[in-house]
């Protein structure tokens, strides 16, 4: 098992990263979020209560208002004290005794006569006076903020001074209210911040499950089962999907690959088996006694040469054929004309075949014609074409030859009328190795690639290959190649071409 260290040596999977990228992009933008909206609710909480007691403070002032005559001291201990007549008394009782209606626990209302001598408090508070204001003003005392209102007040009936009154409005209320909802607030973020780590892991672990899925399907993938195992492709249509098939084409891909690979060993150990059983019988024989035998000497020796002779072809169209495999990326800057590349080859056979007659069909209107390939590449897949139109030719020795083309594609056709083939030979025909007739084939030559190898090609170029053809009358076989229209790509690989000569 892995030791703990083992573990934390180990990179974060994607998934971590994924989780931990979310939170760290959703988190500032919450939080920050949270804060200034618990900041504006703080604001809106300390207008409130300012507006309420202010409110209050103008009610108090309106209802001194009323009153006709000044706030006598009623305290008759007092010095300065002026006796109250008896209804003077009740009017200032029943004043005294409306406050009630106006304080709460968290306020203190002060009452002072005309000569701003104190007559009533409702709560004795250790505060100095402010000077007068419409408005209550913040006031800081012994570390704590007050709310302080002092204002004279004025009888409307005989528009006179009576008095003055002072409103306290102590902190206690205001701190209570900012401490709960600060409270509010880290509880809120804590859990907020809880909620969106969980839910960016859980969203991190449903964006990548494809991928797991995915990771988990091409851990199953062996050699044994591979034709078996394919990725199910996802319910959305995204790139997970997109992704998916693509992994599909490779694994056909390599499916293909493998099962060709194991098919092309198979196929050359048995082709090898024979010329070097050939071989080797005859040095044994030679060895033995032959080598004393003049005739059995040359017989040996020239039997032995001619199954190295083809054993080295062999071996050579085993290389051109894994070389045209990638000939779409080694000779991605090749371009071939296509009216001049036939026609070379075609008068070169005319030449080497004089009992052949050849026939060419082109509308060449001039202009040249380009595909994308190189050009050797192009003159070896016609060279093995028109080379088994001659080998499988019978009685009437004659091969035609045309090129067509549309405004995309150009078609090059090799006709010949010989032993043709049957529809399961056409099915099988590029395959390696493959050879119709294996007893006839041998005498006159073939190791049964040159198909293989002209297929690979053509394919490569991202062109395509088919044959049609009917049994004892003859075979055409049609490549095709996508036209290259682009002129600066043609001029940039002539440019190429030129600085390669030089």
């Not at 010949?416 to 007739?437: A, N, Q």
Request: charged residues 25%; without cysteine.
């Amino acid at each position: 098992m892995e030791t703990f260290k083992e573990k934390i040596k180990q990179p974060l999977s994607l998934k971590w990263k994924w989780g931990i990228l979310l939170f760290t992009f959703f988190a500032p933008v919450i939080i920050i979020s949270l804060t200034w909206y618990h900041q504006d609710v703080n604001d809106n909480l300390s207008k409130q209560v300012y507006d309420t007691y202010q409110n209050k403070y103008e009610n108090i002032d309106e209802y001194f208002q009323q009153f006709a005559f000044p706030f006598l001291v009623y305290n008759q201990s007092e010095t300065t004290a002026r006796p109250l007549s008896d209804e003077q008394y009740q009017v200032q009782s029943n004043a005294v005794s409306n406050l009630e209606y106006f304080e709460d626990e968290y306020t203190t209302i002060r009452l002072f006569s005309e000569s701003n001598q104190l007559i009533y408090e409702t709560m004795t508070l250790n505060l100095p006076s402010i000077n007068h204001s419409d408005q209550l003003q913040e006031v800081q005392h012994n570390d704590e903020t007050f709310l302080m209102g002092y204002n004279t007040v004025v009888s409307d009936s005989t528009g006179k001074k009576i008095g003055s009154f002072q409103l306290i409005v102590k902190p206690e209320y205001y701190t209570n209210v900012i401490q709960h909802q600060n409270q509010l607030f880290w509880r809120v973020l804590l859990l907020i911040i809880v909620i969106i780590g969980v839910l960016s892991f859980i969203l991190s672990h449903r964006f990548l499950r494809p991928l797991t899925y995915l990771n988990n399907s091409l851990d199953l993938v062996e050699e044994e089962n591979l034709s078996d195992i394919r990725i199910r492709k996802p319910v959305s249509e995204d790139e997970w999907s997109d992704l998916s098939l693509h992994v599909n084409k490779l694994l056909d891909k390599i499916d293909k690959y493998v099962t060709n690979q194991k098919q092309f060993v198979e196929d050359v150990s048995h082709e090898l088996r024979t010329p070097v059983a050939i071989v080797e019988g005859h040095l044994k024989l030679l060895n033995r006694w032959g080598k004393d035998d003049p005739e059995v000497l040359e017989e040996s020796i020239a039997s032995s040469l001619q199954e190295i002779t083809r054993m080295k072809g062999l071996v050579q169209e085993m290389l051109d054929l894994s070389r045209a495999e990638n000939v779409d990326i080694d000779y991605k800057d090749e371009i071939t004309e296509v009216y001049s590349t036939t026609e070379q080859v075609f008068n070169n056979f005319k030449i080497i075949h004089e009992d052949f007659d050849f026939y060419l069909d082109s509308d060449d209107d001039g202009e040249s014609l380009y595909i994308q390939a190189f050009r050797n590449h192009i003159e070896q897949v016609l060279i093995i074409l028109l080379d088994n139109a001659v080998k499988y030719s019978r009685d009437r020795k004659e091969i035609h030859v045309s090129i067509s083309k549309s405004f995309t594609k150009v078609e090059i056709a090799i006709q010949d009328f010989g032993e043709g083939m049957t529809d399961e030979d056409k099915e099988k025909v590029f395959g390696r190795f493959y050879r119709i007739d294996k007893a006839r084939s041998r005498d006159k030559g073939g190791n049964g690639l040159g198909l293989s190898i002209a297929k690979q090609l053509v394919e490569g170029y991202k062109g395509a290959i088919r044959v049609e053809s009917v049994i004892n009358h003859g075979s055409i076989f049609y490549i095709e190649f996508p036209i290259l229209n682009d002129t600066r790509q043609i001029y940039k690989s002539k440019q190429i071409a030129e600085r390669k000569k030089l």
